[in-house]
């Protein structure tokens, strides 16, 4: 049986990006808003409601999640945009992802995966906010990338998964909203 659907606007209390700001304003905005909108996806879970895989057969949970997002800011902001050697948080040495792979999660794995995020995020924001958007760097195999395109791409990344955590929210206890 389905739980009763609920909304909980009052779980996100915070601004909508800037209507009128400049661009680099106007793209941070929308980036905090769609890291805002996972952070109100998890918030209230226990461990376990975090790591179930809530949408079959998909591996996917809010826990993977927060996981690959980690290493997607990592790899855009350290790796790329800053030029160091940053290895990916959850990636295997074959070059496999394995944030998908872990124990039955509990507190401490929780407490550890979103301070990596949080870590991860607040270093994206510094760079981010320093660096001219027309700046370009190498990114890999996928080439010469601006500063305005790393925005653009994490914003991208973080709309698409929301999209999952919208989804697994509401199969693990009916909320659905922003």
Not at 36 to 56: H, I
Not at 67 to 73: A, G, I, N, T, Y
Not at 151 to 167: C, F, K, M, P, V
Request: glycine residues 8%; negative net charge; aromatic residues 6%.
């Amino acid at each position: 049986m389905k739980p009763d659907v609920s909304t909980q606007p009052a779980l996100d209390p915070s601004p909508d990006p800037p209507r009128c700001g400049s661009e680099r304003q106007t793209l941070r905005g929308f980036l905090a808003c769609q890291r805002r909108t996972l952070q109100m996806k998890c918030a209230g879970l226990s461990a376990t409601a975090l790591g179930t895989c809530a949408v079959p057969p998909s591996g996917l949970s809010l826990l993977v999640l927060v996981r690959h997002l980690s290493d997607v800011e990592r790899f855009w902001v350290r790796s790329c945009l800053a030029g160091k050697q940053a290895p990916p948080l959850y990636w295997g040495k074959d070059g496999t992802e394995t944030d998908f792979d872990f124990p039955a999660p509990d507190a401490q794995l929780v407490e550890l995966s979103f301070t990596a995020w949080k870590e991860e995020m607040a270093h994206a924001d510094v760079a981010l906010g320093a660096a001219p958007l027309e700046r370009t760097v190498a990114a890999g195999h996928h080439g010469t990338v601006s500063v305005r395109w790393i925005l653009t791409h994490l914003i991208e990344e973080y709309s698409r998964h929301n999209g999952h955590a919208d989804l697994l929210r509401e199969c693990l206890d009916g909320t659905v909203g922003e």
